[in-house]
C-alpha cells in the first residue's frame, strides 16, 4: 500500500500495489456511472436485443411475427444487392476515412509548422475553422447544397466547366451510375476532412516544439519532418481519426438519401440505405433487421480493433517516453 501525499503534507489516500484508489472508493466511483449504463443499456443494448430478435422471424410490421430462425441470414449471404451495397460502403470508407486522414494530415502539419510560423497563428485558426464548416452543416442541407452545384446542364459545376471552355466535360454527375458513387464521395471527402483536420491539430499542441526545432538546425525540409516527426508524434489520434471515420463510413445514410436514393439503379446503394428501403418499401421488417444486425456487429468488430491499435500505440508511445 502506498500513501497519496500532497505538496502541503496532508494524507489524501492510500493506494494498492496496482496503483489504485482503496475499494470503498472504487465503489463510489461506479455510483456516478449508473446514469450512464443505465442509458446504455435502454437505448443501445435492449433495442439491439430487440432488432437481433426481429431479425430471426419473417414479418411485414402488422401482424404476429413468423419464427423463421437464421433463415434470413442465409438469404443475407446469397443476395446479390447487399454485397453490392457493402462494395460501395468500402468505397465510402476510402472517401471518408483514408482520404480524409491522409489529407488531414498534410494540411494539419502545413497549418501548425508552417502556416503558423510564417502567417501568425490567427490565420491558421480561421482556416482550421473554414476546413471544419461542413462537419458544422446539417447533412441535409450540404446534401441539397451539393445536388445544386452537380445538378446536369445548369448546376454550378457544369455551368463553371463550359465557361472555361471544357463543356465536353459535363456530365450528369448524379444521375450516371458509372460515375454517380465518385460524385458522392467526392462530396464526402469535403464534409469529413475537417474532423481529422482539427483532431491531428490538437494532437500536435502536445509535440516538443525543441523537435521541430533541432530538425530545422540540421537541414530537415518540412516534408523530412512531417515524416520523421509528425507522423510517428501523432500515432495515437491517426487510429482514433481511422476508427472513427470507418465507422461513419460503414454507417453513412443521410448523404446518399439527401443526393441520389441510392440509384441509380442501385449504384450508389450502401448497407444502411439498403436496410431502410428493406424495412419501409417493401416492408420486409425481419429482412432489415437481419441486415441492421450483420452491419452493427462488422462496425463493433471494426471498434474493437481500432481500440486496441490506439492502446498499442498509447503504451508504445509511454514507453518510448520512460
Given at each position: 500500500m502506498t500513501v497519496t501525499v500532497e505538496r502541503d503534507g496532508r494524507v489524501t489516500g492510500k493506494q494498492d500495489r496496482a496503483g489504485r484508489p482503496p475499494r470503498r472508493h472504487r465503489d463510489s466511483y461506479a455510483l456516478f456511472l449508473l446514469p450512464g449504463i443505465l442509458a446504455f443499456l435502454a437505448v443501445v443494448i435492449v433495442p439491439f436485443l430487440m432488432n437481433t430478435a426481429v431479425s430471426l422471424t419473417e414479418w411485414q410490421g402488422v401482424g404476429s411475427p413468423k419464427w423463421t430462425g437464421l433463415a434470413n441470414y442465409r438469404e443475407l449471404m446469397d443476395d446479390s444487392e447487399f454485397w453490392a451495397s457493402f462494395r460501395h460502403s468500402l468505397f465510402m470508407v476510402v472517401a471518408m476515412a483514408a482520404i480524409p486522414t491522409a489529407l488531414?494530415?498534410?494540411?494539419?502539419?502545413?497549418?501548425?509548422?508552417?502556416?503558423?510560423k510564417h502567417f501568425g497563428a490567427r490565420l491558421a485558426?480561421?482556416?482550421?475553422?473554414?476546413?471544419?464548416?461542413?462537419?458544422?452543416?446539417?447533412?441535409?442541407?450540404?446534401?441539397?447544397?451539393?445536388?445544386?452545384?452537380?445538378?446536369?446542364?445548369?448546376?454550378?459545376?457544369?455551368?463553371?466547366?463550359?465557361?472555361?471552355?471544357?463543356?465536353s466535360w459535363q456530365q450528369d454527375w448524379l444521375g450516371d451510375p458509372d460515375i454517380a458513387l465518385?460524385?458522392?464521395?467526392?462530396?464526402?471527402?469535403?464534409?469529413?476532412?475537417?474532423?481529422?483536420?482539427?483532431?491531428?491539430?490538437?494532437?500536435l499542441q502536445r509535440v516538443d516544439p525543441q523537435l521541430y526545432e533541432a530538425a530545422e538546425l540540421d537541414g530537415a525540409g518540412w516534408w523530412r519532418r512531417f515524416l520523421h516527426i509528425t507522423l510517428p508524434q501523432i500515432r495515437p489520434e491517426i487510429y482514433v481519426v481511422l476508427t472513427w471515420c470507418t465507422i461513419a463510413a460503414l454507417k453513412v445514410f443521410g448523404a446518399v438519401y439527401v443526393l441520389t436514393k441510392g440509384g441509380p439503379g442501385g449504384a450508389t446503394d450502401v448497407p444502411s440505405y439498403f436496410s431502410f428501403t428493406t424495412f419501409?418499401?417493401?416492408?420486409?421488417?425481419?429482412?432489415?433487421?437481419?441486415?441492421?444486425?450483420?452491419?452493427?456487429v462488422i462496425i463493433l468488430a471494426l471498434a474493437l480493433i481500432g481500440l486496441k491499435l490506439q492502446t498499442r500505440a498509447e503504451d508504445a508511445e509511454e514507453g518510448a517516453r520512460t
Open positions: 488531414g494530415l498534410v494540411l494539419a502539419a502545413a497549418l501548425f509548422d508552417f502556416v503558423g485558426a480561421v482556416l482550421r475553422a473554414c476546413f471544419y464548416l461542413p462537419q458544422v452543416l446539417p447533412i441535409a442541407v450540404a446534401g441539397i447544397v451539393w445536388s445544386w452545384i452537380l445538378a446536369p446542364g445548369n448546376g454550378a459545376l457544369d455551368a463553371l466547366l463550359k465557361a472555361v471552355g471544357l463543356g465518385y460524385s458522392v464521395m467526392g462530396v464526402m471527402v469535403w464534409v469529413q476532412i475537417g474532423f481529422p483536420l482539427v483532431v491531428f491539430m490538437a494532437g419501409f418499401e417493401k416492408t420486409q421488417v425481419g429482412y432489415g433487421s437481419a441486415i441492421s444486425t450483420v452491419l452493427t
